[in-house]
């Protein structure tokens, strides 16, 4: 959303037929699609089933079931999620935990199911 709110000079609303909007998360992709140099610097969260994950920088931490523990791997040596790094570097699971804890609760709930945290 926020590459389309750029590219068309809009502005995204904060309500919306009287409801308050959800605010747009993200960063526009812009400067990709001109060719220009590109560095992510919010996390990037997402959630499938019952996994969870956010990529920050060079660390993603992600869990593959809710009562699951979180693997960590460093994306500078290891995209192909080898080396599950989490037993080491406890402070890093606990800053990128926080983060995911944080963007979940900033989402709108829609079902009592919705929320694990």
């Known amino acids: 959303m ?14 919306y037929d009287g409801q308050k909007i959800t605010p747009m998360q993200g960063q526009s992709l812009l400067p990709i699609l001109k060719g220009e140099d590109y560095e992510r610097e919010d ?22 079931g809710f009562q699951k523990s979180w693997e960590l791997y460093n994306f ?24 995911f804890k944080n963007w979940k609760l900033s989402l709108p709930v829609f079902s009592e199911n919705q929320r694990d945290y």
């Open 2 to 15: 926020p590459t389309l709110v750029e590219q068309t000079e809009a502005e995204y609303p904060k309500i």
């Open 43 to 64: 996390p990037l969260y997402w959630e499938w089933r019952q996994g969870q994950a956010v990529l920050h920088k060079s660390w993603k931490l992600v869990r593959h």
């Open 76 to 99: 500078d040596t290891d995209q192909s999620e080898i080396n599950n790094l989490a037993a080491d570097n406890q402070d890093k699971v606990g800053e990128l935990e926080t983060l």
